[in-house]
């Protein structure tokens, strides 16, 4: 089985910055890629952005020039720091992982963390 541990994210007002990380352990025998998915009240789930396993990296329009993912894949752990944080940015952002497919596709992973909370008040 394969677990995602997220962390960070809470509360900052407008403007401020959070950063939210995830772990990945278990059985991964192909790592694709691993992002993070984002969904607010009453909003269909969005991508955010995501990095594969060479470093290559999506970012959603919305969010370029403000977060910035990073990752370190030896520890198979994901960083997102986000920066300028807007009030639509409100949302409960969830990781995701792309491991162990037969092709990588990150819009179709399997894996997914329990979310963290992130909430920008102006």
């Known amino acids: 089985q394969v677990r995602l541990v997220e962390s960070g994210g809470g509360s900052v007002q407008v403007g401020g910055s959070l950063e939210l990380s995830c772990a990945a352990s278990g059985a991964i025998w192909r790592h694709c890629a691993m992002g993070w998915y984002r969904q607010a009240p009453g909003e269909e789930r969005e991508l955010v952005s995501y990095?594969?396993?060479?470093?290559?990296?999506h970012y959603v329009d919305s969010v370029k020039g403000r977060f910035t993912i990073s990752q370190d894949v030896t520890q198979k752990t994901i960083y997102m720091q986000m920066n300028r944080l807007k009030t639509e940015d409100t949302a409960v952002y969830y990781c995701a992982a792309d491991f162990n497919g037969r092709i990588c596709d990150f819009a179709n992973s399997k894996y997914w963390g329990q979310g963290k909370m992130v909430t920008v008040s102006s």
């Open positions: 990095i594969d396993y060479n470093g290559a990296t």
